[in-house]
């Protein structure tokens, strides 16, 4: 029997820092919203990471480096604004955070560009999550409606081949 993460591969290879959940919940989203970008980027390096030291040769620096920088799931442009999405099964101050360190970030990565929208995408949200997120200009784009019975067991079943 296949797992979710399996079901879900040639999504996840698109979409690699989103969980499968996640990976859904983002279908749903873009098949609302996509034409109103031009350019997209997924799992996005930002920042500047942790360089071990001169004493570790020159690829393992360079892989511990990127390693450790953050990894941003989404990028879309409307011309040359970009616009830095989180996604998440349920909203939480930790998306909150991740999306200001992002913000923070970007012109490290990416100097003389402009400040990133942030916007944060799910399909629930804690009670308090909405004011707290419009207090900090982070846009909440709730997405209703997502279909997760592929993640379930019996979906799985009813995938499989007929046995012979």
Request: proline share 7%.
């Amino acid at each position: 029997m296949a797992t979710p993460a399996q079901r879900l591969e040639s999504d996840r290879f698109k979409y690699p820092g989103m969980a499968p959940r996640e990976v859904l919940i983002w279908r749903e989203w873009l098949r609302l919203h996509q034409q109103d970008y031009s350019r997209w980027d997924y799992n996005v390096l930002v920042g500047t990471g942790v360089d071990p030291g001169p004493s570790y040769p020159q690829v393992y620096r360079e892989q511990y480096i990127r390693n450790t920088q953050k990894r941003m799931d989404a990028i879309a442009y409307q011309g040359a604004q970009p616009s830095i999405f989180e996604i998440k099964d349920r909203a939480t101050a930790s998306s909150m955070s991740q999306l200001l360190t992002y913000g923070a970030l970007w012109h490290v990565t990416f100097p003389g560009t402009l400040a990133p929208r942030l916007v944060l995408v799910t399909n629930r949200v804690t009670a308090d999550m909405p004011m707290v997120l419009d207090k900090l200009g982070i846009r909440l784009d709730q997405v209703g409606d997502v279909d997760f019975s592929v993640l379930s067991l019996q979906e799985s079943a009813r995938r499989l081949p007929p046995r012979f």
